[in-house]
Every structure is written in C-alpha cells, then in structure tokens.
C-alpha cells in the first residue's frame, strides 16, 4: 500500500480534502466512462497545477512510428495510441475578474470529490478564497450517459459567499490538446471546422494517418437559484478552440448554475459528413430531458448493471469497495455492444499500454463478461478475434512462417501488431494460447459450440500451423523444443522451453485435432468449408500431432515440479520476501540485467498454466508448484494476485487468498505499484472478480455442471454473487454456516456443490 486517503464506503469512491500531490492519481481513481468514451477525472474549471489531461473515444487511434535506437528486422512499424480527443467539459469560471483555480486560490476548504458507482456519476463540492478575498462555494456533478452513449452532462453551481459577484462562466471545447504518450510529439489531431449555431459549438477534427473524424461538441443552459436564465453568450472562436462567455450578476449567497450538455460524434457511426447534424440531435435530446431526467436515466441503467454483476461482502468495507470499484470500471470500459472494440488495459484512463487489445481479454475479461452478461457478449470478444485472423496470418508471414500460419499480435487497434518492445512482440507468444484458451472456455461455460464450426475452428488451425512450425527438434533430446521466448513473467526474455508455452502449444494442438474430429463429425458441411478454405490435409494434422505427443517439459527431479525454463535453478534463488523494501519494485529500482539474472517472477507463469489447467494435475502438485513458485513472485504486474488468490482458497489458505484478493481489488485504490497517476488497471479487475467467484466460491464448470466449493475468509461475515449459467440466473450466498442458492427463471438447475448433486428450482431458497 502506497496510499490510503480514499475514504472506506461500501458504494463510493471519496476523497475528502484538496492536496495538490495526488490530483494525478484522483483523476486515474475517479475516471469515468460508458463504453463508447471516457475521460480522466479532470476538474471543469481551469487548474494551473501537475495534471494529466484525457479524453478518449472508443476506437480513435494514431500509428505513433515506433522508436528504437536500432531497427530489427520486422519491428512493428508503430505502436498504436489512444489518442486524448478534443475536450469538452471545460468551463472556465471567473469570480470579479480573478479566474477560479484551486492551485493558485488562497484557501480551498471543504473539499470532497465522489465517484458514485451505484448510480454512476462523479460529484465535486469546495469552499475557495481567491487571490481577491472573494469566497464561493462550488457543487459540481457530471456522468456520461450510459443510454446515450455519444452524451455527457455537467452541472456546475457557484454560490458567492462572502460579497455580491460578477460570475462569469465559459463552456469551452479546446482541440488544442496533445496526448501524454508519444513518440514522436506528432500532432495527432488536424482541425478541419470550428463552428457555431445559436448557444451550440463544434469543431471537426479528424487523426492523422488514421483519418478518424470526431466532432467535440457542447450547449449550456445557465439558471440562477434554479431559476432558467436566458442569457446569450459573447463568443471566441480560434483555430482549435470555442468560447462561449455568460455573465451574470450574483447576489451574496445567490445560486449560478450552467448545465452543459456535450460529447463526441465520430464517423465510426456516422458518415464524416454529417457529424455536425447528429451532434444537433444529440444535444435536442440533452434538452429535452433535462439534467435531471438524463441522471434519473442513468440511475436507471446503472441499477439494472449491479442486479446482474454485483458483488456483496458483509463485515469488511474495504474488501467491498474494492470488489465494486473494479465491477465499476470493467462495465464503464466495455459494455459489449460494439464488436469492432475490445478491452484495453487502461480502459479510458490514461494511455499507458497503447493499443486495445491484449490477451488479458482472453485469459482474465471474457469469465467476467460471460458470466454477468448475456453470453453474447463473451462471443462478440471472441468474433474480435476471427475478424482478425487474416492480419494475425500477415503478422505470421513477416517473421517467416507459412501455409496460414497465425500469430495474433501482443497488442493491436486493427490485428495488426503494433507493440513496442522486441522481447514482448517477438517472444511473448503465449498469447496465441489464450485466444484457443479462450474457445475452449466459452464452450465449457456456455454449452454453445456453434462458434467453433463457424467460425472459431477456422483460428484454431491456423494457430495450430504457428506452433507446428515454432516448435523445433531437438536432436540431444530427441523431443520437440520451443526457443527463444519470454513467458507470462516479462522479468525473464529470450529463455528456451518456457512450461507455460511448451504445455499450451502442445494443448492448442491436441485441442485443435479434437474439434476437426468433432465438427467433421457433427458438421460436415462446415467441416468440408473450412478444409477447403485452409487446404487442411490429414498428412499437415499428423506433424501437428507429432509434435504435440514428443513435446519437451523442463523437470526437476529434486524439486519434483515443471521448470519455468531451462536453467531456472541456475538462478541465485532468494525468496522474495528477503528482498529490502527500499528495492521494491525492482522494476522500477533494478536494472534490467540485474532483474533478467534474478528469479523473481513477474506475475504466474508456470502457475498460469496450473490456473488454465488445473484438472489435469492432482492437488498435492498444486500445492507443491505453489509451494515453489509464490516465494519468488514478486506480483509486479497487475495480473498476477489474482490467479495466485485463486489457488491460495483451492489450497484452503485463506488468510493468503485474502491478502492476495485485498491486493487486486485495491492495487490501484492503494496504489500498491506507485504507477496509478498514469491511469487505472481495468483488465486485471476482471481478475479480481475472479478471485471471489472461482477462488472464495469455487466456481468451475465439471463434467457441463456447475460447481461450486464454497470458503469464505474470517474476516468476512457474508458475500454474495450471480451467475448467468447457460441463461440461468443463479444467486449464490455463502457465510460461515452454510451456502444458500436461488435461482431465477422458470427451470430447475442441477449444481455440484462440494462435489455433491444439488437441484435448485426457481424463486426457491436452498441451503447447503
């Protein structure tokens, strides 16, 4: 724990006093967003101190060029951005001529910034002395519509306190902005309009090279002590900026409200010509509703969000607000409704990372979108994929594979791999595991196949001709080898034989084979498609399965466990926990060398595998890998707790899940990494969610039934979760005495509960 200002609150999200060293990272924790945009907490008004400015459209990307000291051969050519889009939600705020900014004012008191999750919106209020002794208080609100995703809303209400006032308020959209993360310092944004119509402003602009074109746009209705004002603004239009001025004469104590209706048009869903026009129909919705109802829509939306994702933990806040906060962001980042979008590690809370996708959807998200949402959603992410496959083949052939080969890309906006560091894009090549992983997951889950033959079978082949050909033999070993690669723990690059990808190559393969037999069994129309379209001869299946059956495990025979590579006990094998503090976090303390000669972990590597597959190994190898692999992670990545939370409860240690879980549900909360100023980690919430759904409530899908083995940490009274099983609405709550089941809906549902059979009807309580 690195911080520990955020007040505990079972629903919020509170900081309570201004300090001008954390705005940083407030604006990370209070981030807001609806899956279509989001933007960093950024105050409304004008702030001349430290802060990182963001917002962002979903889908809105620039190819930085890629910037080494020395080029090698098939480097991706850029690595892709998020780029920080035009603002909209300034209002400059100017009290008797001196400018409201809460670094330079003489005194701010009472200050109190909320993230309501329950109903979704962020809220400000503060007491502020200016340079001119002139005292206001100031209430602000704002939320991005969940309903009207292109819309956001603002209320900012100023009271004078101490005198009578000129208060003058400027809404203002500014595309002069520029994005923290760049290579090059390239203007990633050129202004083709700045235009106004009556009390509306926009401004068209679209990306360079990618040629996006977005429209920032805004309209403000002004009230003093709640009373409508018709006030015409006084307007400045620049280059990249419009200013719209109201002024108006306060009395001591009297009220002045702007309500500021704006957002983002792009031509991802209109046409580049009419982004002006749909801006205006954004905005007649906007007042025709109203501030209030807009928020009364989005309460609305948010509840029925909770009522199917939400998280009870009774007699501990901490862990509550932990839990709710990354549900919170997962569902502010991605609702499921796009399938051109996908997960991006930091979501819309800063530009860390880059590109939108990683195989953290596969390995982490798609559990937690599968079994709180529609199971639509999960396949939509899996579609993601298939859409990509011909690029993923592309990226294949410019490293020299062949014959449709597919590597999907460490990180990507397009399927194409644009990712900045050689070890990672070139040896980090697990990631073509967890998209087969991730098929395999889905049907076991849902019971619906029907993604293989259409489409998912097709990926499977071509990931399959990638390890076939990746894989290399080995003449001392007589056995199949995997060289030069770096596993899930980056802290170790260029290592030959890593466990993980070893055991999912040969897992990939085998599984590939079992569903060719299956859907040339089951569809054989599909079955003579695909074998047509990929030229799959029987002869290219049997070098597959040759390499799969004679693939190579490192072992140590003294240790008895799977070595995460070769010359792993080569290492000077210090546990973790021997390590000072004052070199914590290493990657942020050590030299690269010195972190690729030690043996600290990153994050579960061969543990990862044990995650994946843990039904193919007994509990006493858990427990011994487990046993010999935690001391020396040093969870330096945000996906790390989780997993090892996971298999801490399946080994009945609870006191570690706990610890473990109270890591990943508030390592951004706590910051327990020093990093959250640059912005959230939303894929590893998924991974949170995980820890209490399949670590706590040990939920698995065995033998296509569900099962559950119920722990619960003593520091906790009660927690409660859903699932949406096979479109089964199951609410499961556990407590020191028993486990309790309901069910939605009109069929009856057969559990496993501590590998007991369990009927569970509908609207009817069972207790286990």
Same mark, same amino acid.
């Given at each position: 724990?690195?911080?520990?200002?955020?007040?505990?609150?079972?629903?919020?999200?509170?900081?309570?006093?201004?300090?001008?060293?954390?705005?940083?990272?407030?604006?990370?924790?209070?981030?807001?967003?609806?899956?279509?945009?989001?933007?960093?907490?950024?105050?409304?008004?004008?702030?001349?101190?430290?802060?990182?400015?963001?917002?962002?459209?979903?889908?809105?990307?620039?190819?930085?060029?890629?910037?080494?000291?020395?080029?090698?051969?098939?480097?991706?050519?850029?690595?892709?951005?998020?780029?920080?889009?035009?603002?909209?939600?300034?209002?400059?705020?100017?009290?008797?001529?001196?400018?409201?900014?809460?670094?330079?004012?003489?005194?701010?008191?009472?200050?109190?910034?909320?993230?309501?999750?329950?109903?979704?919106?962020?809220?400000?209020?503060?007491?502020?002395?200016?340079?001119?002794?002139?005292?206001?208080?100031?209430?602000?609100?704002?939320?991005?519509?969940?309903?009207?995703?292109?819309?956001?809303?603002?209320?900012?209400?100023?009271?004078?306190?101490?005198?009578?006032?000129?208060?003058?308020?400027?809404?203002?959209?500014?595309?002069?902005?520029?994005?923290?993360?760049?290579?090059?310092?390239?203007?990633?944004?050129?202004?083709?309009?700045?235009?106004?119509?009556?009390?509306?402003?926009?401004?068209?602009?679209?990306?360079?090279?990618?040629?996006?074109?977005?429209?920032?746009?805004?309209?403000?209705?002004?009230?003093?002590?709640?009373?409508?004002?018709?006030?015409?603004?006084?307007?400045?239009?620049?280059?990249?900026?419009?200013?719209?001025?109201?002024?108006?004469?306060?009395?001591?104590?009297?009220?002045?409200?702007?309500?500021?209706?704006?957002?983002?048009?792009?031509?991802?869903?209109?046409?580049?010509? !009419?982004?002006?026009?749909?801006?205006?129909?954004?905005?007649?919705?906007?007042?025709?509703?109203?501030?209030?109802?807009?928020?009364?829509?989005?309460?609305?939306?948010?509840?029925?969000?909770?009522?199917?994702?939400?998280?009870?933990?009774?007699?501990?806040?901490?862990?509550?607000?932990?839990?709710?906060?990354?549900?919170?962001?997962?569902?502010?980042?991605?609702?499921?409704?796009?399938?051109?979008?996908?997960?991006?590690?930091?979501?819309?809370?800063?530009? !860390?990372?880059?590109?939108?996708?990683?195989?953290?959807?596969?390995?982490?998200?798609?559990?937690?979108?599968?079994?709180?949402?529609?199971?639509?959603?999960?396949?939509?992410?899996?579609?993601?994929?298939?859409?990509?496959?011909?690029?993923?083949?592309?990226?294949?052939?410019?490293?020299?594979?062949?014959?449709?080969?597919?590597?999907? /890309?460490?990180?990507?906006?397009?399927?194409?791999?644009?990712?900045?560091?050689?070890?990672?894009?070139?040896?980090?090549?697990?990631?073509?595991?967890?998209?087969?992983?991730?098929?395999?997951?889905?049907?076991?889950?849902?019971?619906?196949?029907?993604?293989? /033959?259409?489409?998912?079978?097709?990926?499977?082949?071509?990931?399959?001709?990638?390890?076939?050909?990746?894989?290399?033999?080995?003449?001392?070993?007589?056995?199949?080898?995997?060289?030069?690669?770096?596993?899930?723990?980056?802290?170790?690059?260029?290592?030959?034989?890593?466990?993980?990808?070893?055991?999912?190559?040969?897992?990939?393969?085998?599984?590939?084979?079992?569903?060719?037999?299956?859907?040339?069994?089951?569809?054989?129309?599909?079955?003579?498609?695909?074998?047509?379209?990929? !030229?799959?001869?029987?002869?290219?299946?049997?070098?597959?399965?040759?390499?799969?059956?004679?693939?190579?495990?490192?072992?140590?025979?003294?240790?008895?466990?799977?070595?995460?590579?070769?010359?792993?006990?080569?290492?000077?094998?210090?546990?973790?926990?021997?390590?000072?503090?004052?070199?914590?976090?290493?990657?942020?303390?050590?030299?690269?060398?010195?972190?690729?000669?030690?043996?600290?972990?990153?994050?579960?590597?061969?543990?990862?595998?044990?995650?994946?597959?843990?039904?193919?190994?007994?509990?006493?190898?858990?427990?011994?890998?487990?046993?010999?692999?935690?001391?020396?992670?040093?969870?330096?990545?945000?996906?790390?707790?989780?997993?090892?939370?996971?298999?801490?409860?399946?080994?009945?240690?609870?006191?570690?899940?706990?610890?473990?879980?109270?890591?990943?549900?508030?390592?951004?909360?706590?910051?327990?990494?020093?990093?959250?100023?640059?912005?959230?980690?939303?894929?590893?919430?998924?991974?949170?969610?995980?820890?209490?759904?399949?670590?706590?409530?040990?939920?698995?899908?065995?033998?296509?039934?569900?099962?559950?083995?119920?722990?619960?940490?003593?520091?906790?009274?009660?927690?409660?979760?859903?699932?949406?099983?096979?479109?089964?609405?199951?609410?499961?709550?556990?407590?020191?005495?028993?486990?309790?089941?309901?069910?939605?809906?009109?069929?009856?549902?057969?559990?496993?509960?501590?590998?007991?059979?369990?009927?569970?009807?509908?609207?009817?309580?069972?207790?286990?």
């Amino acid at each position: 724990m690195n911080q520990d200002y955020i007040k505990p609150d079972n629903w919020s999200i509170i900081e309570e006093g201004f300090d001008a060293n954390r705005v940083k990272s407030s604006e990370s924790l209070f981030s807001i967003g609806n899956g279509a945009m989001g933007q960093r907490a950024n105050f409304e008004e004008h702030y001349s101190g430290p802060s990182f400015q963001g917002s962002y459209v979903a889908g809105v990307y620039y190819p930085d060029k890629t910037r080494v000291g020395w080029w090698k051969n098939g480097y991706p050519e850029y690595f892709a951005k998020v780029l920080n889009a035009p603002n909209w939600i300034g209002i400059n705020i100017i009290i008797n001529g001196e400018t409201l900014d809460l670094y330079s004012c003489k005194k701010v008191a009472h200050f109190r910034r909320e993230l309501h999750m329950k109903e979704g919106w962020l809220s400000r209020s503060f007491t502020a002395t200016l340079k001119n002794n002139t005292q206001v208080e100031v209430t602000t609100k704002r939320f991005l519509s969940l309903e009207a995703d292109e819309l956001g809303a603002i209320s900012y209400e100023v009271r004078p306190l101490n005198t009578d006032a000129t208060v003058v308020m400027e809404p203002y959209l500014d595309a002069g902005i520029s994005n923290e993360d760049t290579n090059w310092e390239d203007q990633f944004w050129q202004i083709l309009k700045v235009d106004q119509k009556d009390k509306q402003g926009f401004i068209v602009a679209k990306t360079m090279k990618t040629e996006f074109h977005v429209c920032p746009f805004m309209e403000s209705q002004l009230f003093a002590n709640n009373k409508p004002l018709d006030l015409l603004p006084k307007v400045d239009a620049t280059d990249t900026k419009l200013v719209f001025s109201y002024t108006y004469n306060a009395k001591k104590g009297e009220s002045v409200t702007i309500h500021k209706f704006g957002g983002y048009t792009s031509d991802r869903n209109h046409k580049n010509t !009419k982004l002006v026009w749909a801006a205006q129909q954004v905005l007649g919705l906007a007042k025709a509703k109203g501030f209030q109802r807009l928020l009364e829509d989005q309460k609305r939306a948010w509840a029925d969000i909770w009522s199917k994702s939400d998280i009870t933990i009774d007699g501990d806040v901490t862990a509550q607000q932990g839990i709710r906060f990354n549900i919170f962001h997962l569902n502010q980042t991605y609702l499921g409704r796009d399938s051109r979008l996908n997960i991006g590690p930091k979501g819309f809370t800063g530009e !860390k990372y880059g590109g939108s996708t990683y195989w953290d959807t596969e390995a982490y998200c798609i559990p937690f979108y599968m079994t709180t949402k529609d199971q639509n959603v999960a396949r939509t992410l899996l579609e993601y994929r298939y859409n990509h496959l011909d690029k993923a083949i592309e990226n294949a052939e410019k490293l020299g594979f062949a014959n449709g080969a597919a590597l999907y /890309p460490m990180v990507t906006m397009n399927g194409e791999e644009c990712h900045n560091e050689w070890e990672i894009t070139f040896e980090e090549i697990h990631r073509n595991g967890a998209i087969a992983y991730a098929m395999y997951n889905y049907c076991r889950y849902t019971g619906d196949y029907s993604y293989i /033959p259409e489409k998912g079978l097709e990926v499977l082949i071509a990931i399959s001709r990638f390890w076939q050909q990746r894989a290399s033999y080995s003449q001392p070993k007589k056995q199949y080898v995997i060289l030069g690669v770096t596993g899930p723990n980056e802290y170790e690059n260029n290592v030959n034989n890593n466990w993980y990808t070893n055991y999912l190559a040969q897992w990939c393969i085998n599984y590939t084979i079992e569903n060719i037999k299956k859907v040339e069994l089951e569809y054989p129309d599909d079955f003579i498609r695909i074998a047509e379209k990929v !030229k799959l001869s029987k002869k290219e299946v049997a070098l597959w399965k040759a390499v799969a059956d004679n693939m190579y495990f490192p072992y140590s025979e003294k240790h008895k466990v799977y070595l995460q590579q070769d010359g792993f006990l080569d290492k000077e094998m210090i546990p973790a926990d021997q390590l000072p503090k004052s070199q914590r976090p290493i990657n942020q303390k050590w030299s690269w060398d010195r972190i690729l000669r030690s043996p600290y972990i990153k994050q579960a590597d061969t543990l990862q595998g044990f995650y994946f597959f843990e039904d193919r190994f007994s509990l006493e190898e858990l427990e011994r890998h487990f046993d010999f692999y935690e001391p020396f992670t040093v969870h330096e990545s945000s996906l790390s707790p989780c997993v090892h939370s996971i298999q801490a409860a399946k080994l009945g240690r609870l006191d570690q899940a706990y610890t473990l879980y109270l890591r990943t549900s508030r390592l951004d909360l706590d910051d327990y990494n020093h990093e959250v100023h640059e912005g959230l980690h939303i894929t590893s919430m998924a991974g949170t969610w995980m820890s209490i759904v399949e670590g706590f409530g040990g939920m698995r899908v065995k033998d296509d039934t569900l099962s559950f083995t119920p722990r619960i940490p003593k520091q906790w009274e009660a927690y409660s979760f859903k699932v949406n099983f096979r479109n089964h609405i199951l609410k499961v709550n556990v407590c020191h005495k028993d486990t309790t089941f309901e069910l939605e809906g009109d069929r009856p549902l057969q559990v496993l509960v501590n590998d007991t059979p369990v009927t569970v009807n509908p609207n009817s309580l069972v207790t286990v």
